[in-house]
């Protein structure tokens, strides 16, 4: 069945960094893109990054772009989200999926927290 498991999140001052980890299983990964989510308390779920299922091209919400880099390694049917520069403002819970979707299922997701 598929499966997503995200990882990487913590607790991190403003302007430091992490990355987030996606890992996938139950379909067939390198036939997707990938994208991640976040959603933060009392906010709807939002798009943050888009990336092909090549990795050749990605998109990125305007809030996170020169910050947030997507990629994927598709050997090891894994997703990323390298987060440099952060600010408390991209506190949330982040989601990996696929798409489209693959009915409704989501992972549990993994929280960030930005603050000092």
């Known amino acids: 069945q598929v499966q997503l498991v995200e990882s990487g999140g913590g607790l991190v001052q403003p302007g430091g960094s992490l990355r987030l980890s996606c890992a996938a299983s139950?379909?067939?990964?390198?036939?997707?893109?990938m994208r991640w989510y976040r959603q933060a308390p009392g906010k709807a779920r939002e798009v943050v990054a888009t990336?092909?299922?090549?990795?050749?091209?990605?998109n990125y919400v305007d809030s996170v772009k020169g910050r947030f880099t997507i990629f994927r390694d598709n050997t090891k049917s894994a997703a990323y989200l390298q987060m440099n520069s952060l600010k408390p403002e991209d506190t949330a819970v982040y989601f990996c999926?696929?798409?489209?979707?693959?009915?409704?299922?989501w992972g549990q997701g993994t929280q960030v927290t930005v603050s000092s």
């Open positions: 990336i092909g299922s090549t990795g050749g091209s990605t």
């Open positions: 999926n696929t798409v489209p979707s693959l009915g409704t299922y």
């Open positions: 139950g379909f067939t990964f390198n036939r997707y893109a």
